[in-house]
């Protein structure tokens, strides 16, 4: 009986991670300064914030997240990466270019249906 309850419990476990994992989406990280320290990194969170896109904001001078900065092979800013459930890069994008941001939003934005 006391295998039965822990074979159960596995699967409860299973199956909640596994609807957790299925119900995330992908995601846009920006890479930059804060607000008024960078003109271009202002303008890509204007463009993405008129959009409805909403974003994760990572300054890479201040995080303690390095494997994250050196993940994204972070070197310059703003980077603006659209991330897989995982956190993989799937896109990226650095700079302002509306081109390359809206080709970035499209995919967003079409693998986050369902």
């Known amino acids: 009986m006391r295998i039965f309850s822990l ?14 994992l299925y ?9 930059g300064k804060p607000k ?6 202002d303008k890509v ?12 904001n990572v300054n890479p001078f201040e995080t303690e997240d390095y494997d994250l900065i050196l993940k ?13 459930e995982e ?6 994008k650095a700079g302002f270019n509306e081109k390359a941001l809206n080709s970035l939003i499209e995919r967003y934005n079409s693998s986050n249906e369902k």
């Open 7 to 20: 074979s159960r419990s596995l699967l409860l476990i299973f199956v909640a991670g596994f609807l957790a």
């Open 23 to 31: 119900n995330m989406k992908k995601r846009i990280i920006k890479f």
């Open 36 to 41: 008024g320290e960078c003109p271009p990194c």
């Open 45 to 56: 969170s204007e463009y993405l914030e008129s959009r409805g896109i909403k974003v994760e």
């Open 72 to 84: 994204h092979n972070i070197t310059t800013v703003p980077v603006t990466v659209l991330v897989d």
């Open 87 to 92: 956190g993989n890069s799937i896109l990226r």
